[in-house]
T-cell receptor, first 116, second 111 residues
Framework: DTGVSQDPRHKITKRGQNVTFRCDPISEHNRLYWYRQTLGQGPEFLTYFQNEAQLEKSRLLSDRFSAERPKGSFSTLEIQRTEQGDSAMYLC??????????????FGPGTRLTVT | QKEVEQNSGPLSVPEGAIASLNCTYSDRGSQSFFWYRQYSGKSPELIMSIYSNGDKEDGRFTAQLNKASQYVSLLIRDSQPSDSATYLCAIKYSSASKIIFGSGTRLSIRP
């Protein structure tokens, strides 16, 4: 059983450029989450998919951010017109369908974005 | 007030001793509670989950939950240098899908 994978692991981009990250969840996990983590802080929720449906988005997810999960398998997170404040670790997590707790989420290795 | 509060540390514990990490939360609607371990530059790794009051043990780790006091803790017995990391406390509300994290406690195990 492979874990959650993310690509790329590191991305350096110039301010104003667009970037796209990919996440492949654990197979058969129907729930997928994106989080963002900056230095010294815990991860902050960005958005959540159940199968292909995007069911929840954080206010942190400005209109420059868009996420998709077109076939209910892998997901992409795109940031348009990047800003220096977007520099962070972008984490993807997945969880299986569960009818009762504890609803554990398993994280991928993350994509570290640096905007210069 | 933050939803999940942790002492940022660093907490320094001698090798072989018990490390005790604490976390308080503000919302009584919280359903599930998690402890993640995060090494520097790496992603969080789930080490314990708990959703019933009381203790839950897994190897050297024990999670303790007291919903009346809105308090969850993690005990690490026989601490090893490899336990040196940041420990993130996280909660999930019954009405939401997301997990809310604290800022983490840095734990250092000294030989």
């Amino acid at each position: 059983d492979t874990g959650v994978s993310q690509d790329p692991r590191h991305k350096i981009t110039k301010r104003g450029q667009n970037v796209t990250f990919r996440c492949d969840p654990i197979s058969e996990h129907n729930r997928l989450y994106w989080y963002r983590q900056t230095l010294g802080q815990g991860p902050e929720f960005l958005t959540y998919f159940q199968n292909e449906a995007q069911l929840e988005k954080s206010r942190l997810l400005s209109d420059r951010f868009s996420a998709e999960r077109p076939k209910g398998s892998f997901s992409t997170l795109e940031i348009q017109r990047t800003e220096q404040g977007d520099s962070a670790m972008y984490l993807c997590a997945s969880s299986p369908r569960q009818w009762r707790g504890p609803y554990e989420q398993y994280f991928g290795p993350g994509t570290r974005l640096t905007v210069t | 007030q933050k939803e999940v509060e942790q002492n940022s540390g660093p907490l320094s514990v001698p090798e072989g001793a018990i490390a005790s990490l604490n976390c308080t939360y503000s919302d009584r609607g919280s359903q599930s509670f998690f402890w993640y371990r995060q090494y520097s530059g790496k992603s969080p790794e789930l080490i314990m989950s708990i959703y019933s009051n009381g203790d839950k043990e897994d190897g050297r780790f024990t999670a303790q939950l007291n919903k009346a006091s809105q308090y969850v803790s993690l005990l690490i017995r026989d601490s090893q240098p490899s336990d040196s990391a940041t420990y993130l406390c996280a909660i999930k509300y019954s009405s939401a899908s997301k997990i809310i994290f604290g800022s983490g406690t840095r734990l250092s195990i000294r030989p």
